[in-house]
């Protein structure tokens, strides 16, 4: 049974092409941030080996290992009334959150290309779920690769394999930061803070 939602905050999709070549180049240092925190060389101060994967991750409409949906990508569908949706946030679910945790955190990335779409953080660790394309009034979003502080649909290039990672992390406390905060400062704060996490794992069609 999930709790009763705070009162959310809607924003509207906005399609973006897959970032150039400079763009990616610019989002290194951010992507190792994101090695450190989703990758097996967890670096959390407290913790030994590697950081628990107790958090269970889900969709109801996205399954692991199988293709993004198009409505979750710059591509977009057309709806029934003929209006195309494109760019919108997936819904998430998730369980296991260790007792202890102070707040939670997402992270959607990929990490063949360092590109980091969607970070929100301080989530109220009673919340189990994400609503598709919104997010909790009192969440914060940070920016992302494109350096825009919202989700940016991925634009998978045709016959090429992209892996689409929706982690959720457990933190002993939010990180103190305010909506907008640069990438790496955020990453690097959610591993200082990450007590266990959980990956649900989408990829291009």
Request: glycine share 8%; with cysteine; proline share 9%.
């Amino acid at each position: 049974m999930f709790p009763v939602l705070p009162s959310t905050r809607i924003p509207a999709p906005r399609p973006v092409r897959r970032a150039s070549a400079a763009t990616r180049a610019g989002a290194v240092a951010a992507g190792a941030a994101v090695v450190a925190t989703t990758g097996c060389g967890m670096f959390t101060p407290g913790l030994s080996g590697e950081m628990p994967d107790d958090i269970t991750v889900t969709s109801p409409l996205m399954q692991e290992g199988q293709p993004l949906p198009e409505v979750y990508t710059c591509e977009g569908v057309e709806s029934e009334d003929g209006a195309e949706i494109a760019g919108a946030s997936p819904p998430l679910s998730w369980s296991g959150m260790p007792e202890g945790a102070g707040s939670t955190a997402l992270v959607v990335d990929d990490p063949s290309e360092a590109t980091v779409f969607w970070v929100v953080h301080d989530l109220d660790p009673q919340l189990v779920e994400l609503r598709q394309n919104t997010i909790p009034t009192d969440a914060k979003q940070a920016q992302n690769s494109a350096g825009e502080a919202e989700y940016t649909a991925p634009c998978p290039e045709e016959d090429a394999l992209y892996e689409y990672r929706f982690t959720v992390y457990a933190l002993e406390e939010g990180l103190g930061l305010p909506d907008g905060a640069e990438l790496e400062t955020t990453l690097e704060a959610i591993s200082e803070r990450a007590i266990a996490r959980g990956t649900l794992v989408a990829e291009s069609d």
